[in-house]
């Protein structure tokens, strides 16, 4: 007996039965007795109903990422942690990984828990095969899921997003416009968010009527942090004669790497390699010269997000999804007319 | 009623009271009794003694951090969480911020919830005036506290450090045996080991018989992830005419912008002027050169602080401390013959 049944027993919609369970006053008093009628029926109070029938609940909510160390995920659980903390919920935290098994059991461990809703962070869970999503369909199926960075439809699923594709789209599409036909585009995740990234530039290409070479996106599967190793990558390719006058790389530890290469081989920045970034995080000003980067307001959607979180849980309807903008940050690695997203 | 007042009408030690209430079988059923009647007679049950009586807890271990998002931390974070499950416990995670009362009330929530103990990660929990301690002191009295690199004598308090003293007294004494008698101490924390570091540069002078000057010890007001403003807070330091040939820092932070320091000046690095930094993270490998730093060994204390912290919950008395060494790692802003370590 999950969310769904009990709404089809009901015959109400989901966003009512979550009212209901949520206690909130904007239902009908026959509705909600429609729905308790379906719910005393079965005799089975999920954890996450707890809350809604007055029981004891924990205000958790658990946040599951893939990695708290790396430098952008661990910002998006400091901004979340302290915005749930703000309104009065514990945050337990559980670290996946980035295996498909391990996400799927690390989400199953924390429905087991006694959370309210579970936030993922990071976009790597969702995949472009919709079968492997099922677990995360699952979940939704007994406590609201809220993803970030992540695009998915289906009830109880609340997405609060950059758009990605545009303002990879733009940057890539201001490389070209300043004379750049040769953008090199790295990459190192196949995630929801990286996949969008990628088609960014590929459509750039496309509106600019440049072709889109195989040879010109990269794929480093080295080390999330092994900046060194992404150099070496660079050289290599530079080695096998592949000619590219920017890098436009989905992460700022690869622009910081293309920065590595560049000074190596004596390749003048942003003279005859123009280089961007993602995320513009840290790592983009220890670099000399400091790395241009886009930047997609990380504390702006994951203070969103958890207003969303909020107010589902308070029994509100909300939108499944909200989508911001990024910006292009320039710094010492480009020189650009214009930036990206003031096009 | 707490741990202390049972160890006390009981007349057996804490470490008893803690067995007793884990359920550890190597305890004397006579002593067992005593305990129980203790608790008994008072009537009153905390939550963390839930667990040995047999009551449902929840698994759940607090992690109490500043800023989840720094460098350091986020890494201390992953690693405690990461042990932790392997261990079958959750994790809350808590950001406290590095203010004394937001620290306190950041405790006191997370022994209100259902935690079994709490870990403070990070030294700036433990101050020189022992007076601030006092709310670690009350913590411990009703569940056991877990310090990451912090010192503290206290009953149920477990300390797992790195020896910061030394590592950063090794370090100064080899910049001054390569020929260096002006080194600028860059720190940014007045934390435990904030303190412990700057105690390990004054040290190195000493015993090398150079005199410890006022001014080259600088504390660094700025946010902790501004390098450029660490970068003009030297360049300011340089137009007052203070001369040093190296920066020993507290944090790569600071050592990344002594090295941006020293380009904007044209100051040769290692030649003209040495650089060290304090936990050989990613910042390291993105400033060019790259930044000599001591490690820690963040993820062995980690992995230690944790062993210790299962140990204590299966009732096994553990030793109070657990210190490990650091260890200079160069690499492109130093030139020594030694690494520190090796002395």
Excluded at 171 to 187: E, K, R
Excluded at 316 to 336: F, H, N
Aim: aromatic share 8%.
């Amino acid at each position: 007996m999950n969310i769904y049944d009990i709404s089809k027993q009901a015959g109400v919609s989901i966003a009512t039965v979550s009212r209901v369970l949520n206690g909130s006053p904007n239902v009908k008093p026959s509705t909600r007795r429609k729905v308790m009628e379906v719910i005393d029926r079965y005799g089975y109070t999920p954890n996450a109903f707890a809350r809604g029938l007055g029981l004891d609940t924990m205000n958790s909510i658990g946040i599951i990422c893939a990695d708290s160390s790396d430098l952008y995920l661990a910002k998006a659980v400091y901004y979340i942690e302290g915005n749930l903390r703000k309104n009065g919920y514990n945050c337990i935290l559980t670290c996946s990984g980035y295996e498909h098994g391990d996400k799927e059991s690390a989400l199953t461990l924390m429905i087991n828990q006694r959370v309210d809703a579970v936030i993922l962070a990071g976009s790597n869970y969702i995949e472009t095969d919709t079968d492997r999503n099922l677990y995360i369909r699952n979940a939704a199926a007994q406590i609201p899921v809220f993803l970030l960075n992540a695009d998915m439809d289906c009830p109880n699923v609340f997405c609060t997003m950059c758009d990605d594709f545009k303002a990879t789209q733009e940057a890539a599409a201001a490389l070209i416009d300043s004379g750049v036909t040769d953008i090199l585009y790295l990459y190192n995740s196949h995630s929801y968010s990286g996949l969008r990234k990628l088609e960014g530039y590929q459509s750039a290409c496309h509106m600019r009527n440049i072709a889109v070479s195989g040879e010109l996106m990269q794929f480093y599967e080295g080390s999330r942090e092994d900046i060194d190793g992404v150099c070496r990558f660079l050289c290599g390719l530079h080695e096998q004669g592949l000619s590219f006058h920017a890098v436009l790389a989905s992460e700022d530890m690869l622009a910081a790497g293309a920065v590595k290469y560049a000074k190596l081989q004596g390749i003048d920045i942003p003279g005859d390699l123009a280089v961007i970034g993602y995320n513009n995080s840290l790592l983009t000003t220890c670099s000399d010269p400091e790395i241009s980067s886009i930047d997609n307001h990380l504390e702006t959607l994951c203070a969103q997000l958890v207003r969303t979180c909020i107010s589902v849980l308070n029994g509100e309807d909300m939108p499944p999804k909200v989508i911001y903008s990024g910006e292009l940050i320039q710094k010492g690695t480009t020189r650009l007319p214009v930036s990206g997203s003031q096009k």
